[in-house]
C-alpha cells in the first residue's frame, strides 16, 4: 500500500487584487471546516516560526499589499499549511493571472471525513473557478500528466492520460486535471458539461451543490489510491467522461 499523506489541495482563482478579501475569507473557512483549528503562526525573514499576535490585522496588511502569505497552525506534529501563490498570465489559461491557493493537512480520519467541507471552504473563500484535494500518493502520478520529458511531451504513468500545458488550455474555467475531490464552480461545470444525467449517474452519487452553485464531486469513497486498481480505473474513467479537462477536448 502506498503512503498516501498528506492531503494536498490546490484551487486556481482570479489574481489577487490589493485590499483583496480573499485572504482572510479562505484562512476563516478552512478554520470553520476544521473545528478546533487556528491559523496564527508565520514563518519570520530568518526562516522560524513565529506566533502572528493580530492574525487578521496582519492577513489585512497583506491583502492590502496584494499578498497571500504563508500561514500554519504551529504545530509540528499535526501541520496544517495554507498559502497562494500567484501565477502569472504567461503561464495560465487564456493568458490571465490567477491565484493558486495551496494547502497541505495529515491525513487523518478528522480530516479525511470533512475533506469535502475544507476544498469546498478554500475554493469558495477564493471565489475560485475549480480545485482538488488528492492525498500525495497518488498526486504526485497525476503531475506526471503534464510533466515534459527529454524527449518532449508528458509521460504519464499507470496508462493515464497526457495533460496540456495550463497555458496552452483555453480558458480559466477549465480544469487542469483531476483529483480524489474535484471542486467545480457553476461556470467550471458548465465548461466540461457536468452534469449529464443519463452519463453522470455514479459521480452524481458522491456529489453536492455548494452554496454558490458548484459542485463538490467525489471519484472514491476511500482517498484516491492509484495502487487500488479500482481507484485507477474510477480516475480513467472521469477523464474519458469529460474530455475537455485538461485541454484535451481541442486538438
Known amino acids: 500500500m502506498t503512503t498516501q499523506g498528506p492531503l494536498l489541495l490546490n484551487v486556481y482563482a482570479p489574481g489577487l487584487a490589493r485590499d483583496d478579501n480573499r485572504t482572510i475569507a479562505t484562512v476563516h473557512g478552512l478554520e470553520r471546516a476544521l473545528p478546533g483549528l487556528r491559523l496564527d503562526w508565520r514563518v519570520t525573514e530568518k526562516r522560524q516560526l513565529a506566533v502572528v499576535p493580530q492574525r487578521d490585522a496582519w492577513l489585512t496588511q497583506e491583502a492590502a499589499r496584494g499578498e497571500f502569505p504563508f500561514i500554519c497552525n504551529g504545530d509540528e506534529r499535526y501541520p496544517v499549511m495554507l498559502s497562494g501563490q500567484p501565477e502569472s498570465a504567461y503561464v495560465s489559461p487564456g493568458g490571465q493571472p490567477q491565484l493558486r491557493v495551496h494547502a497541505k493537512l495529515p491525513l487523518d480520519a478528522a480530516v479525511i471525513s470533512a475533506a469535502a467541507n475544507v476544498l469546498e471552504a478554500l475554493a469558495e473563500g477564493a471565489n475560485a473557478f475549480w480545485g482538488q484535494a488528492t492525498p500525495d500518493g497518488a498526486a504526485l502520478d497525476i503531475a506526471y500528466q503534464t510533466a515534459p520529458t527529454l524527449e518532449g511531451p508528458p509521460s504519464p ?45 455514479e459521480l452524481l452519487s458522491r456529489s453536492r451543490r455548494t452554496a454558490t452553485g458548484g459542485w463538490i464531486v467525489q471519484l472514491t469513497e476511500a482517498p484516491l489510491d492509484l495502487d487500488d486498481p479500482a481507484h485507477l480505473a474510477a480516475l480513467k474513467r472521469a477523464y474519458e467522461r469529460f474530455p475537455e479537462i485538461g485541454g484535451r477536448g481541442v486538438p
Do not use: V
Open 157 to 201: 504513468r499507470r496508462g493515464l492520460p497526457a495533460l496540456k500545458l495550463f497555458e496552452h488550455i483555453r480558458s480559466p474555467e477549465i480544469p487542469y486535471y483531476l483529483g480524489w475531490l474535484n471542486y467545480w464552480s457553476e461556470a467550471s461545470a458548465r465548461a466540461i458539461g457536468f452534469p449529464d444525467p443519463a452519463r453522470d449517474t
